[in-house]
């Protein structure tokens, strides 16, 4: 590598699940960190926040060798009506 060049490592990629509240606001959570979840008044503010949740878990030791094993190829979530 050359000098002054600084390799950047490609983020990962979580799954994460998005409902609402009964009092309107975004619920989310990443189902790969159990626990990871948090909320915003906007999607794009639950969205926001989710990443810095997801930084903050894997900031313990557990969860950085849960990340270490993950691989994300693809997520769907489907519904079917019964």
Known sequence: MK????KKR???QFPVLTTMGE?????V???ALPGC?????TLDEA???IRE??????EEKENRALLRGFDMREV?????SV
């Open 47 to 49: 969205l926001r926040n």
């Open 76 to 80: 769907g979530l489907y519904s079917v």
């Open 53 to 58: 949740a997801i930084s903050l878990c894997l």
């Open 10 to 12: 490609q983020a990962a």
């Open 37 to 41: 979840f948090t909320q915003g008044k």
């Open 23 to 27: 009092d309107g606001w975004y619920i």
């Open 29 to 31: 959570q990443c189902p």
């Open 3 to 6: 000098k002054g060049i600084v």
